[in-house]
């Protein structure tokens, strides 16, 4: 497992690949304020990043991924 | 033939039909910017496709035409109607040129010189040189870039050196194929600014959001050579689009590697696929008919099972009923393509005349049965041919006459109820339907006597018999032997029917009814002399039933009053060889034949089925007044009938 949530956070951590995507949408389905930390994520799919761009939860620790911070993900908030 | 011919046929002709319709919107709005922006990009595409063959002349034309195009597009030039004629011009030479690329594989002798006559038609200042794929000419189709750049406009005005644009793509099934867009793009060195977009203006919302879907573009520049980014776009070069720009100059300059982005909604399906899928389908309609005498025979012993037998038959029947609309469906074509040569060849046909005529075609956006729209392409051409030779006059005989110079045919179709309405009028010469008595007694069609009696409207109908022809000369245009029977054939063949009426010196009218569908048929079954038979439900105007004695005897046949009409009555009895059974009340079938309602009486009316009927073979084939058979759920075999040819 690479999303676990907890306390209205889900964190990613380690390798997201695309079958990660499914998880992550029914996570943000079932709790649309739940808060997506990025910062233990070392790669992350664009099938993930998309849910993350389409549905536009609250994101953190996107200062690991800087070609997220920097284009794709810059308006959202960070922690 | 060759599979990339095979796929510029299709595709060609599909641009060549965007651009005209694009060009005949223009004709009556030369402001239409959407008109021109699709015109231009039609043209453009085109002159992209010839490019791929030995078209050189079609690639001329189209160059000029795209230029005009242009300028018109950036306001430095306007279309005049003297222009639009030459783009139209270029059009159907191009057109014509993609029909001998399918004929002969090659473009015919002289293509060259006649190129060289359109364009001086166009009367551009475009010089003919020789336009090659791999000039470096500024490509002004990137509509993208222009869009992108506009919202990367922070990066790129900032730039002082050289950017890389590009615009990327992913199949919508990209994931599965294992690729990460995002690791792609991620590989681009010194990237300026990137977007993840949706590619369809707005994300799905959250309940129909896919996570196996890739719904992403990502758009973006680069700081890095044009090599270097089309390097790392080397393993999806078919979904990315790559330019390099200029700030400071401004003229974005075509990549050399990366194919146009496309992301495939559409699939093409061999129409022989298609119609197994629909044949198989009649074939199970069939076989649930079967249901019914099973469900009645167990009736008598356990109505409970049989009960439910029918509940089980009424669940197949309506997943097979919805399964059939999908067929349909996808049967169901734009009638544009099939038609839409018409236009230039009545040009050609009016030009070969020496005529003036306005063609105008307005065909809305019904779709029909393939079946259908392809074979009403030739009918139509037949009739339109016709209104062109025989029905416009001269334009001195129209000046005389007091019409407008210039001749005006209108095809129009429209849907009506199940059928579909094809109306190709003309404001011509007419028809004299004296002249047609004369003729079809001269002819030996039919005789003095019978030719009195006819009303001028049944009189026109002659026109459909075989061995009919009006022409006093026979042309060029009309005259190739086809006479208007094979028109009402060709027709027939599609199950509809074609009526026309006329008024001397203002014109002639031809209607042509035909189904939408044509799976399966809905059959009334009537009972004569002790058999069944199948009638065709769209060939019934109505069915009535009457006293007998309202049935009065007119000459050698009967008569009966309908709606304040006198109509003959026939019997169907007599005319398929039995004895007409005697009862106090009539029942009659009333059907049109040759424009006029015609009754025919049967023993009974039974069901009405959904069926397929097939073409009469061997010896059947040869009994007039029969259409063809249906199988029945029991495995009998039901003639269906013809009236109107009974008639």
Redesign the interface.
Known sequence: MTISVEKNVATLSGRCGAEDAEPLLLALQDSPELVVDLGAATRLHTAVVQILVALKPTVRGSRAHPMLQSFILPGTAEE | MDDLLEQFLIEGRELVAQASRDFSSLATNPGDSTALDSAFRAIHTLKGSVAIFDMAPAERLLHAAEDVLDRARKGTVKLAPSTMEGLVASLDKVDRWIDDMEESGRLPPGAGNEADQTLAAIGNGSPPASVSMDADEPDTADDWLWAMLDRHADAFEGATSPLTAFRYA?DLDC?FRG?????I??AIPD?A????R?AHDA??D??D?D??T???IFE?LSSAPIDTVTAAFRLVPDQVLIRSVDAKQSTPARSTGGGDAHIATHMRVDTARVDALADGLGELIVAINAITPVADGLGRSDPTLAASLRKAQANLERVAAQLHRSVNAVRSVSLEPALRRLPRLAREIAETLGKRVGFTMSLGSLEVDKQIADGLFEPILHLLRNALDHGIESAEGRAAAGKPIEGEIRLAVRRDGDSILVTLRDDGAGIDPERIRMRAVERGLIDQQEADQLSDGSALQLIFIPGFSTAQLVTEVSGRGVGMDAVQDAIARLRGSIEVTSAVGEGTTFRLRLPINSLTTRLLVVEIAGERYGVALDQIVETVRIDKEALVPIGLGRACVLRGRTIPVLSLAQLLGGTEQDAPVVKLVVTQSGGEPVGMTVDGFAERIDTVVRPTRGVLATLPGVMGSALLGDGDVLLVLDLPELA
């Open positions: 992913p994931f690729d990460d867009p995002l690791a793009v991620s990237l600014s990137l977007t993840m949706p994300w799905p959250m309940s959001l996570p196996f890739c719904y992403s973006g």
